[in-house]
């Protein structure tokens, strides 16, 4: 990715370098951002009400919200995104006006995930995609009709993983005292951080 540019044109502010948009913009600013999609679209519907994706670059990650229309990206992807900046219920995130303000650029290297401990996933890692590993201390909980969610912890504090009916992961195999290793987008919902799972490939059972 180039540089970033600090350059204002009609209330539009281009900025490159993902974490500098987060660091330096303030909410109801029109961005436009480039990156690689993580997350494919719609996976997350059932719980965020919204067919959007998640995208990243070598410095952050952040949501683009679409709620009624799911435009099929896949992760890898590689797109440019138009759109304003928003903060519902703690999640960052850019809401393009229309599917015209996504430019698909071709694909990319796939992302790899950010190795966290369980009790530090939240805003420093929020939008990223991310991998931890601990045992299951709760659930799997029915959370119907949005979805179904554990936690597991890794000695560093439990975390909330989120599996939406989108991602077709069965939870019946899973219990409290398992290991297990979980990949997914760095979310939040109402000040509470998550994991959010993509599908089954994100969900792995160790040995004991």
């Not at 990949?183 to 969900?203: K, M, N």
Request: proline content about 6%.
């Amino acid at each position: 990715m180039g540089e970033a540019e600090a350059t204002t044109r009609s209330h539009r502010t281009h900025i490159a370098v993902l974490a500098l948009l987060l660091a330096l913009l303030t909410l109801d600013t029109v961005v436009t951002i480039e990156g690689t999609v993580t997350t494919p679209a719609g996976v997350f519907a059932s719980s965020y009400d919204d067919q959007g994706f998640a995208i990243q670059d070598r410095t952050a990650g952040i949501f683009v919200s679409f709620p009624n229309t799911n435009i099929g990206v896949k992760p890898s992807r590689h797109v440019e995104v138009t759109g304003v900046l928003k903060n519902p219920d703690g999640l960052l995130m850019i809401v393009p006006a229309s599917v015209e303000d996504v430019k698909v650029k071709g694909n990319d290297k796939p992302v790899q995930p950010k190795q966290v401990r369980t009790g530090a996933v939240g805003e420093a890692n929020q939008g990223l995609l991310v991998r931890a590993s601990g045992k299951i201390t709760e659930g799997p909980i029915d959370d119907l009709p949005f979805g179904h969610k554990f936690f597991i912890d890794d000695g560093s504090g439990p975390i909330n993983v989120y599996v939406n009916l989108g991602t077709k992961v069965d939870v019946s195999p899973l219990a409290v005292g398992q290991r297990v290793t979980v990949t997914g987008f760095s979310s939040e919902f109402g000040g509470v951080p998550e994991i959010d799972i993509r599908g089954p490939q994100d969900l792995k059972r160790l040995a004991r």
